[in-house]
């Protein structure tokens, strides 16, 4: 009896991974659904590229989805059954969520969001129900991109335009600037140190830059990594004494990113590969360790197919 138990136990774990494996939202309007811009629903449109979900953030048993063309954050449970929903303006064509980030408390419950508005170069604050707390509209935004809060609640900004992290305190001051390219950043510990990348011309290797909240460098770490063009640092773990890099091998992009575990100390301790979608700036969220998610989706199939995230493994 005791080793059926046993069975049934492992059979059941099987079966709760094996039913949220993976989370898959409708394209369309209405709840629970995203919107989209492609050739099929603007045809002659002359944009760049389609444009769909642009980012997602996990959060604990839940996901939060930006539908960035409709305006609408959407909170989903690990089974894609929709918990929460509320839209950023009153029109959808007057705004575009490039990315956003959760603002927890010291319980580590999230109880606000910070919204980039890429088509307003603002950001914008609001509790989980949906509710506007406010604002940063500073003339130095150019194109806000990607958008990480600390756990003191200061708001880190990595603009394009401007290439600059803004930093801004919890009421959305202005704090300081700190040269950026392009290439993603972190924010890590209980005292917020930020991590980038630079690339140096004299050694042209990519450097790991440690630098405090008060500004301060703490340490630059050259990385031994391969010959890569367009590196991008997601997220960095003092505990680990690591981070988490992408890149594209120097011979282009042939569908796939490099993913490199990469050590404080610039070795590297593993690398795999990840298939990223077209088009999304956030694309990989990662909580609890290695639970790890990957945004996947082609904008230009819309009304087609659906926008899912998966679990992935990390090298």
Known sequence: MRSIRIWLVVLLCVCSVAAYAQIEVGYGEGPGKVGYFNQNNHPGEEEPYPVGPLAFRLDGDYVWVADSIGAKILKFDRSSKLFAEFSTVASPAECLIEDFALVKNEKAETESLWIIDGMNKKLIHFDVAGKKLGEIANDELVQPFRVEVGRTGHIFVADKGAQVIFLFDAAGKLVSK?????????????????????????????????????????????????????????????????????????????????????????????????????VMNRFIDRQYGNDVWLGIGNFDDPPQGSFKIEPIALP
């Open 178 to 278: 700190t040269n950026w390219e392009w290439s993603g950043f972190a924010v890590a510990g209980e005292t917020d140190t930020l991590f980038r990348l630079f690339f140096e011309e004299e050694s042209q290797k990519s450097v790991l830059v440690v630098q405090m909240l008060s500004g301060e460098i703490a340490g630059e770490i050259v990385l031994e990594l391969p010959a890569h063009i367009n590196p991008e640092l997601w997220w960095a773990d003092e505990t680990a004494g690591e981070c988490i890099i992408t890149y594209t091998p120097a011979t282009g992009f042939e569908g796939k990113l490099v993913v490199a575990r990469v050590g404080f100390d610039g070795q590297v301790k593993a690398t795999g590969e990840l298939t990223p979608p077209y």
